[in-house]
């Protein structure tokens, strides 16, 4: 074929794999598991089910195969490394500028962390620091379903059908579990009934922030002065 030659003999595929190989044992390779176990001077690769099988009889494609996903595991934790290092110099870095600003307004250092957002003098860059809180419910959250649903029940055909929908989303507890998108929003539904001012007082003591998480996120302004934000997601592609 011209641009594309599909690999079919035991030769080709055995050079292939010399290749791949030779590439792995660069110097700045990660280091690889390439799978082989050697007993009685022989060599085996496991199986699913937790047999051996000679090399000697495993087809080539398959050895083939079998080290090209080994290669790139290997090249993928060590990214995951780097871009782990890469996360934790970026907090750092930032940390450093709001420890510099702290002293010099005589500001007290430590406590919680916040979202910071910082630019360059051109405005055209930019560095935040956001802080993910990640939540769960207490028992309280029983006494707000029970008036939560009075309301919507009593209101009837007052009660509008996205509040109901609402109400019923948030609350599965008959599957065992919430919706806690739909919770956080009937936080944000005013009414004068005392019940449901109750009941989302309920919610909001229900609410108990398990952990925090730091992430730092970047951003570019794009010809038109919008703010793109800088991806390092491999789902997203190249950084535009």
Request: with cysteine.
């Amino acid at each position: 074929m011209d641009d594309l030659e599909i690999i079919t003999s035991k030769d080709a595929l055995a050079d292939e794999m010399a290749s791949i190989a030779a590439e792995l044992d660069t110097e700045n390779a990660p280091k690889l598991d390439d799978g082989v176990v050697e007993h009685g001077g022989r060599k085996y690769m496991r199986l699913a089910n937790g047999g051996l099988q000679l090399v000697e009889n495993i087809r080539p494609q398959s050895l083939l195969q079998d080290q090209v996903v080994r290669k790139l595991i290997a090249e993928a934790k060590a990214l995951s490394g780097k871009v782990q290092t890469f996360r934790d110099h970026a907090l750092d870095e930032v940390e450093t500028f709001v420890d510099v600003l702290n002293e010099r307004y005589g500001a007290k250092r430590g406590g919680e962390k916040g979202n910071v957002s910082l630019v360059t003098v051109d405005q055209t860059m930019k560095v935040e620091r956001s802080i993910g809180e990640f939540i769960d419910f207490g028992p309280e959250l029983e006494s707000a379903r029970a008036l939560f649903n009075e309301c919507v029940q009593e209101w009837g055909e007052f009660a509008k059908a996205e509040l109901v929908s609402m109400v019923n989303r948030g609350f599965q507890l008959s599957k065992g579990k919430v919706n806690r998108s739909a919770l956080l929003g009937l936080l944000q539904v005013q009414s004068e009934d005392q019940r449901w001012k109750d009941a989302q007082l309920a919610l909001q003591e229900a609410i108990v922030v398990v952990a925090r998480k730091a992430y730092p996120r970047f951003y570019e302004k794009d010809a038109r002065g919008k703010w793109v934000a800088i991806s390092i997601d491999l789902a997203s592609g190249a950084a535009s």
